[in-house]
C-alpha cells in the first residue's frame, strides 16, 4: 500500500470501502478489549503473589527493633527507606516511605502546598491570586488533574526527544506565578521519553521567580525497562543540591508496577530541609502507614539487585506486549504515512500521533468496535489535544492474543479516520 | 488514710515526707514505662496475626471478580463496604472503605471541606474569613490537632455524662462561622462517656447557621468493649436522615484495634449525596486503596458477629489493665478525696481529673520516675487544660505487671502534687 496522500480519490474510495467491510467484521465479532489504563496483566500479577507467603514468622514482625504491626514510624521503616534510597541513589533520610500510592503522596505535596505552604513558599498557595503549573505534552493525565483540581493554570509545555523544551521551561519559570513543573524523567507517560543530561542539567540550574518553585519528580518507571539491559539515572536530589537549589526538587516512586498496583508501596523522597518541613505539616495527619506492608516488601524486594532481577521477569511478560503494538504498526501503518509513533524500551504505554484531527474520531471508531482506549486529549492539560492527534496506547492488561485483536480493530480504525480526513 | 483536705498541716507535712522517700526509691529503680497513647499491647497484636496466613489461595485473589491485587474500585471492596455496613449498621453504598487509618480519612474529609468545600458548601473554606470548630472537651488531641492545622477557631465544649453539653451546642451552631463538631460517640476518648440517646437526637436535630455544619463522627471504639456485654449503638447516618439533615454526618470506623494498629483498615460511612460528591473530590488524589488488605480484613473479620467474638478475645487482655488501674485508683487516691474518674466498659483510656492546678505538675514527677504519659492538658483544644487537671490513661500497651508499676509510681505523684497545692 502506498501512503494515503498519494491514492487518487477513486482508490482512496476503494480502500475505505475495503476497510469499512473490516471494521464491519470486526465489530459484529462483539469483542470487549481494554487498552485504556497502564495496569499490569494478570500475568504479572500471579508473578509477585509469593509475596502473600511472607510475614508468616514472628521475627519477620520485627524490623530495626520496630514492631511493624503497631502504631509509629510516620515516615516509615528504617529498612523500607533503605530499600528506596538504593533503588533511587538518595540517603535513606531522603525518603519517606508511605500507602500504596504514589498518586496520593504527589496530591498530598500539592495539597500542603496550597493549604500550610512548601518550605520556602511566602504563604499558602490557596492564598495565591494565581497558580501556574508547567505541563510538558503529551503527559500524564492524573497528573494534570491534580494540578487542575486545585485551580492552578496548566501550561502546556512541549515535549521533546530529550525531555520538556527548556526553552519554554526556562523562559517560563520567569513568571512568579508559575509554582511548578510534572515531569516523568525516565519511560515519560506517554511516549517512552528518557530526558537527556542537558534537560536534567538545566533543569537543576533553573532559577525561577517563584522562591518555592516545585519539581514534581515522578520516577514511576525508574527500574522499568522491558527492552534491553537496565538503564541507570542520575539521583535528582544530588543534582539540584549540587546546582544550589536542594529543596527544589521532590522525587516520587513506588512499587505498583514492580509488586502489585493495588498493594504496593510508594515513597517520596526530598532534602533533609524538606523532610523537616513535610513531617511537620504531615503529623497531624498521620500516624502512620501501613508497616506491615512495607515490611513485606522490604523481605521481598531486599535491595535495588533483586529489584532488578524481578523486574527482568516484568520485561519478558511486557516486553511481547509492546514488539506486538510496535510491530503491527511498522506493518500496518508506516507505510501509508499518516502517523507516528515510538518504540519504547520501558515504561508502561506507546504514544501514537494520528493524522492531526482525527484522534477522537479513531478512538470513537475503536469504542464501536469495542475497544476501549485512553480518551482522546487525555495526554494534554484540560483534556484537549490541540492537533486532537495523539493517542495513548496501553498494552499492559490485555493478554498477547487479545491485545493483537484490540490492534487490528485500532489500526483499521486509524486508517479510516485518516481516509475520511483526506476526504472520500 | 483521710481525705487530704482534712490533714492538719503536721500530718501533711509527715504524708509529704513518706511520698517522697517513696517516689526516690521508685525513681531508683529507674524504669522507662510508658502509658502514653492508645497502643494495643504485643498480646493483641500477637491475637490477630494469623491474618497474615490469609491470602495462600488464588481464589482469593478474587472478591466479587475483582481482581483484588489490581488497580480500581476507588470507593473500595464491595465486600469491604458490606463488612462495615454490617457493623455499622448502615448501608454498604453509604461506605468508602479507605487505607489503614481513620485519622487520615478524617483529615481528609476536612482538608476536602477547606480546598474544595463540602457539598453543601457556598465556598471552599479556605475562602472563608474565620472557621470555628466545636471540640467536646476533654477530647482526642489529634482531632483538635487536624482543625487547628487548618487554623480554625477551636471552641470549648464541656463533657456531660452523657455526651457534649447540647445547650452549648445548640447556642454555637447559631454563629454561621461554626462549621463542625468533633464526637467520639462510644467509649469517648478519653472519658468512655456512651452518648445518650437524647444527645444523639439533639445533634441530628441541630438547625446550624452554616449550611455545611458537619458533624465528624469518629466510632472508633464501636464495638471495643472489655466489660460486659456489647452495648448497641444507633446508626446515626439513619438517625440525622430521619431528622431531614442526611448530609450533616461522616461516620468513621476502623479495625485499628480490631486487627492491626499500623496495618487494618478505615471507612467513612455518609449520605448517598455526600458519597457522589467526595468521589468526584477524591477522584483525582486516589486510584485505589490497598484492596489486598481489604480482602484479607473481609476473610478474617467475616461479619459483625464474628467481629465481635474476636472483640471478646481483646477484652480478655484489655479486662484486666483497666481493672488494675480503677482498682489501684480506687485503693490509692479514693480514699484521699483529690481526683476523680471514671470506670469505663470500652475504648481505650481511663480520665483522671486531679486536684485543679496539679495535672502538669503530676506528670512532670512522673516523667522524673520514667513514666510517659499524654502531656497535661492534650485533651483539651491547643492543649491546654484552663483546670490543669485532666490526665489521660492508656492502660493498653504495657503489660499487667508493668502497668502496675506504673501506676504505683503515678498514684505517689497524684499525691505529691496535691500535698504541695495543698501546701507543706
Redesign the interface.
Known amino acids: 500500500m502506498k501512503p494515503y496522500a498519494q491514492l487518487t480519490p477513486e482508490e482512496r474510495k476503494e480502500e475505505h470501502a475495503r476497510l469499512q467491510t473490516e471494521f464491519s467484521a470486526l465489530k459484529a465479532q462483539g469483542r470487549q478489549l481494554n487498552m485504556a ?1 497502564g ?2 496483566g ?1 500475568q504479572q ?2 508473578l509477585v ?1 509469593d509475596i ?2 511472607l ?2 514468622d ?1 521475627k519477620d ?1 520485627v524490623s530495626d527493633g520496630i ?6 514510624e510516620m515516615n516509615g521503616l528504617p529498612a523500607a527507606r533503605r530499600l528506596f534510597a538504593d533503588i533511587l541513589g538518595c540517603k535513606p533520610e531522603q525518603v519517606f516511605v508511605g ?3 504514589s ?2 503522596l504527589m ?1 498530598d505535596a500539592i ?1 500542603k502546598a ?3 505552604g512548601l518550605l520556602h513558599s511566602p504563604r ?1 498557595w ?2 495565591e491570586e494565581t497558580v501556574k503549573w508547567l505541563c510538558p505534552a503529551p503527559g500524564y493525565d ?1 497528573h494534570f ?2 494540578t ?3 485551580g492552578f493554570q496548566l501550561v502546556t509545555i512541549p515535549m521533546t526527544d530529550g525531555g520538556p523544551d527548556m526553552d519554554a521551561v526556562e523562559a517560563a519559570v520567569k513568571d512568579p506565578a508559575v509554582k511548578g513543573i510534572w515531569c516523568v524523567p525516565k519511560y515519560s507517560n506517554p511516549e517512552g521519553v528518557i530526558y537527556s543530561q542537558e534537560t536534567i542539567r538545566r533543569l537543576a540550574a533553573l532559577s525561577p521567580a517563584a522562591p518555592d518553585f516545585l519539581i514534581m519528580w515522578d520516577n514511576a518507571y525508574c527500574v522499568h525497562e522491558f527492552e534491553g539491559d537496565y538503564v541507570p539515572f542520575p539521583d535528582i536530589l544530588s543534582v539540584c543540591a549540587e546546582a544550589g537549589r536542594p529543596d527544589m526538587v521532590f522525587e516520587f516512586a513506588s512499587t ?1 508496577k514492580i509488586t ?4 504496593g508501596v510508594a515513597c517520596f523522597a526530598c532534602s533533609e530541609a524538606n523532610m523537616a518541613h513535610m513531617e511537620k ?1 504531615l ?11 512495607q515490611q513485606r516488601h522490604v523481605l521481598y524486594l531486599k535491595d535495588k539487585a533483586r529489584t532488578l532481577e524481578l523486574m527482568k521477569k516484568h520485561a519478558a511478560i511486557m516486553g511481547p506486549k509492546f514488539r506486538s503494538v510496535a510491530d503491527t504498526l511498522d506493518k500496518e501503518i508506516a507505510p501509508l504515512d499518516i502517523a507516528s509513533w515510538r518504540r519504547p524500551k520501558g515504561g508502561y504505554f506507546v504514544s501514537f500521533n494520528a493524522m492531526p484531527g482525527t484522534a477522537r474520531r479513531t478512538l470513537a471508531l475503536c469504542k464501536e468496535a469495542g475497544v476501549t482506549m485512553t480518551s482522546a486529549g487525555a495526554t494534554f492539560p484540560y483534556g484537549k489535544d490541540p492537533q486532537d492527534s495523539n493517542i495513548r496506547i496501553a498494552p499492559s492488561l490485555p493478554p498477547v492474543e487479545e491485545l493483537e485483536q484490540a490492534m487490528r480493530v485500532f489500526c483499521v480504525c486509524v486508517k479510516l479516520a485518516a481516509l475520511e480526513k483526506l476526504g472520500v
Request: proline share 9%; net charge positive; glycine share 8%.
Open positions: 489504563r495496569k499490569p494478570k500479577l500471579d503473589s502473600f507467603g510475614m508468616q514472628p514482625y514492631d511493624v504491626r503497631n502504631y509509629g500507602g500504596n500510592s498518586l496520593q496530591y495539597a496550597y493549604t500550610h499558602p490557596c492564598k492524573r488533574r491534580v487542575e483540581t486545585f505498583s502489585l498496583p493495588g498493594a505539616v503529623a497531624p495527619q498521620v500516624i502512620s502507614f501501613d508497616k506491615v506492608n
